[in-house]
């Protein structure tokens, strides 16, 4: 078991969340997060799941995603040098007596405070999971009102991206055999 | 020119080249009701319920290899059709599903007769449409049947809301479909064909695996020459009967659960296994970790989902069968296995498996025999779920493609009344047999009435053991004979037959069996015949739930009372 970064650029259309959330359902998986934006491609956009199951599994689980017929190309980026973050904001509780404490911290993880009111402060936090986790339980004292977290993205690192595999255009990719070559981005498995 | 939204359906349609949709009225569908005088070419079938609409749409596009059509309204109409959704998902079947829904601006807020069928048939779609404005409905359905009949084929259901039927919209119908993300390939990785034909060299106990995807590709001849040229024996799926002629000396029968024991024992030890057009379904491998555990195998199916999902793949091929076979059978060495074949033929003849005992009474497998025996080769055989489904696929040695129509997959009870109306919409001037149970014979026999008003001559045989027979046999095998809920009070076949103007028999002595069979195929009209047969008889081979295929159990009864028949030849 290893947690897994999914990237699906899929076609702009309703439903098609819907329909690849179902393909993980079916099989069982519990989405650990979601992340859903426009990506350099106009009217694609581009999903990134977390999961937690074997590599066979998620592999299955991805080329079922290929039978959603808006989805133009998966990629499993756990095994690439990546970059990823996640976003948090945080509404601290924070008294005129703590804001020196408080303020201390989001310096040291680099945060930003967004919104100031009588009683609390809202901090923007970037960076990996584990570093939104530290900057939490470090402000958990003070007393934290609301949280939100976007969910990881993730990319990968130098010049590869999955739009850019051997000068697909949306062809070749979709019916690639499996077990053939080692896994790389871009490519269904 | 200018079209309603009704009216733009009809015209793709019928550039679809359809014949028939199988249908069912109702508030939400009416304006293409509506439109239908004005297309005389494409015939309109009043099923009595819209999962006859859907199953018989289905069985006549597994006859004819074209996208099957059906119509409901919205709500319970739609949801109605949900099991013949379902039952074409799971064995690839192209259908065109035509739901009516609740006028757009009710969509979400719980309107008369709503439904939400694009959600509800999310799963078991290979792709769904609501729409939402008339411009892209043309587009819209010329997508559909791209989707349903490409790639691995599948269901699509297309849901228009009423006002968007009325709505007039300029109509220029789009001659060609461009969906970027969905470009299905049918030519197989060469490298991997040159594998696969090593393989096959080096082997010395070759067995064919061919399911359903050979009949939706039509392989036949590549299949048949493949198998000549490298002399392999070829063992057909259930949905794969019929993709392989019978009467071939390298023609094997079915696998799996209720396969040939022969079958069973050869794929334990086989050093190759072809999986063509198949998906190692769990009733044809058995516990998994024990399948064909000498051999390599080689799997070619269009869907690469189905590639390594449930066994491990020496050489896969993505790609059409037809088209795969074409490439592979030029590479691929004549050879003969002279002694693989006689090791097979030593298990058939020590374990026959499916002869049948001569006694007096009706064995329910000596009436699905008779049946194929009486009918020659140009018949349609459809059925339904459960024992009798089985025997007809073990006794299935015809020659016919694509002429054994059953419910694979979801293994759909009621299956074989509506299914039969499609196949002989579908074949008018041939016989079509439903070769169907008591109990699902009870689930759909209310479209005796379509059979009557359109005047369809299909026969059935209704093999009435007076219980669900294939349950009733676990609960007496693994559940230590505790029979709950399979025996039920059955309603006079006969009486019900002639209720509906229909010709209804019962046969209740052996020597009545072949007679009443001879006056049905005679009869000009469809026919209801109620076998009485043996109400205890079980189905043999059977491999346990969860056994391996080693573990399958031949015939135990009646061993004194047979008379071994050599199979395969008749």
């Known amino acids: ?189 | 020119m200018k079209l309603t939204g009704a009216q733009i359906v009809m015209e793709c349609l019928a550039r679809e080249g359809v014949e028939f949709i199988f249908g069912y009225p109702g508030g939400a569908n009416l304006p293409l009701y509506d439109t239908l005088p004005q297309y005389p070419k494409i015939r309109h079938i009043s099923v009595r319920h819209e999962q006859a609409a859907a199953h018989a749409a289905d069985a006549y596009s597994r006859v004819t290899g074209k996208a099957g059509v059906c119509w409901a309204t919205s709500g319970p109409g739609a949801t109605n059709l949900v099991t013949g959704i379902a039952n074409a998902w799971m064995d690839s079947v192209p259908l065109v599903c035509v739901t009516g829904s609740v006028v757009s601006w009710l969509i979400g807020r719980d309107g008369f007769q709503e439904a939400d069928i694009t959600g509800i048939t999310l799963p078991i779609t290979k792709q769904n449409y609501l729409v939402l404005d008339v411009d892209d409905l043309a587009q819209t359905m010329r997508e559909a049947f791209h989707v349903a009949t490409t790639g691995r084929p599948g269901p699509v259901l297309i849901d228009i809301p009423r006002d968007i039927q009325q709505q007039e919209t300029e109509f220029t119908y789009p001659e060609t479909v461009d969906i970027p993300s969905y470009k299905p390939v049918a030519k197989g990785h060469s490298g991997q064909i040159q594998k696969a034909a090593q393989l096959i060299k080096e082997a010395e106990r070759p067995l064919i695996l061919a399911g359903h995807g050979v009949i939706i590709s039509q392989a036949y001849d590549e299949l048949k020459e493949l198998a000549e040229r490298a002399h392999i024996p070829v063992i057909c799926t259930l949905l794969g009967l019929g993709g392989f002629p019978g009467s071939h000396e390298l023609f094997m029968g079915m696998p799996g659960m209720h396969g040939m024991y022969w079958n069973n024992m050869a794929i334990g030890d086989a050093d190759l296994v072809i999986g063509i057009g198949m998906r190692f379904d769990d009733r044809v491998t058995g516990r998994l970790k024990d399948f064909a555990s000498n051999a390599k195998i080689v799997h070619i199916d269009i869907d690469p989902a189905e590639i390594g999902k449930n066994v491990k793949t020496a050489v896969p091929i993505v790609g059409d069968v037809k088209a795969v076979l074409q490439e592979l059978n030029p590479l691929v060495e004549p050879a003969r296995h002279e002694e693989w074949m006689a090791h097979i033929q030593k298990i058939r003849e020590e374990h026959p498996s499916i002869a049948i005992p001569n006694v007096k009474k009706i064995l329910p497998q000596y009436v699905i025999q008779q049946v194929y025996e009486q009918s020659g080769k140009d018949a349609y055989f459809v059925t339904g779920v459960g024992q009798h489904q089985m025997w007809a696929a073990q006794y299935f040695w015809q020659d016919n493609p694509a002429s054994f129509i059953t419910s694979g997959g979801l293994g759909t009870m009621g299956f074989e009344v509506p299914a039969a109306i499609g196949a002989q919409f579908a074949r008018p001037k041939n016989l079509v047999w439903s070769i169907a149970g008591d109990g699902g014979f009870q689930m759909t026999l209310q479209e005796l009435a379509t059979i009557a008003e359109y005047e369809l001559p299909i026969k059935f045989a209704i093999i009435n053991n007076n219980f669900l027979g294939m349950v009733r046999q676990w609960q007496h095998m693994y559940y230590e004979d505790n029979l709950q809920s399979v025996k039920m009070l059955q309603p006079d076949f006969v009486r019900l037959a002639e209720a509906f103007g229909i010709a209804g028999m019962r046969v209740s002595e052996k020597e009545d069996v072949i007679p009443a069979i001879e006056k049905a195929i005679r009869h000009p009209g469809a026919v209801v015949i109620d076998f009485e047969v043996e109400q205890h008889e079980d189905l043999f081979p059977a491999m346990p739930p969860g056994a391996a295929l080693a573990e399958t159990v031949d015939q135990p009864k009646f061993e004194e009372a047979r008379e071994p028949k050599k199979v395969g030849t008749r």
Not at chain 1, 104 to 123: L, N, Q, S, W
């Open chain 1, 1 to 189: 078991m290893t947690t897994h970064t999914i990237v699906a650029l899929v076609e702009n259309r309703p439903g098609v969340l819907n329909r690849i959330a179902s393909k993980w359902r079916q099989r069982g998986f519990n989405i650990e997060s979601l992340a859903v934006g426009h990506s350099e491609v106009p009217g694609l956009s581009r999903m990134t799941f977390t999961v937690d199951g074997t590599t066979t599994d998620v592999d299955q689980v991805s080329k079922q995603m290929y039978k959603v017929i808006e989805v133009v190309k998966v990629a499993d980026l756990t095994e690439h040098d990546m970059v990823h973050r996640e976003l948090a904001l945080v509404k601290v509780t924070a008294a005129p007596k703590d804001r020196g404490g408080i303020l201390e911290i989001v310096d040291i993880f680099r945060a930003k405070i967004v919104d100031v009111a009588t009683e609390t402060v809202i901090v923007e936090v970037t960076g990996t999971e584990d570093k939104v986790d530290a900057f939490l339980e470090m402000v958990r004292p003070f007393g934290i009102k609301e949280l939100v977290r976007t969910g990881r993205i993730a990319m990968a690192r130098g010049g590869i991206t999955p739009m850019a595999v051997e000068g697909v255009k949306g062809e070749e990719h979709r019916y690639r055999p499996a077990g053939e070559g080692k896994a790389k981005v871009g490519t269904l498995i």
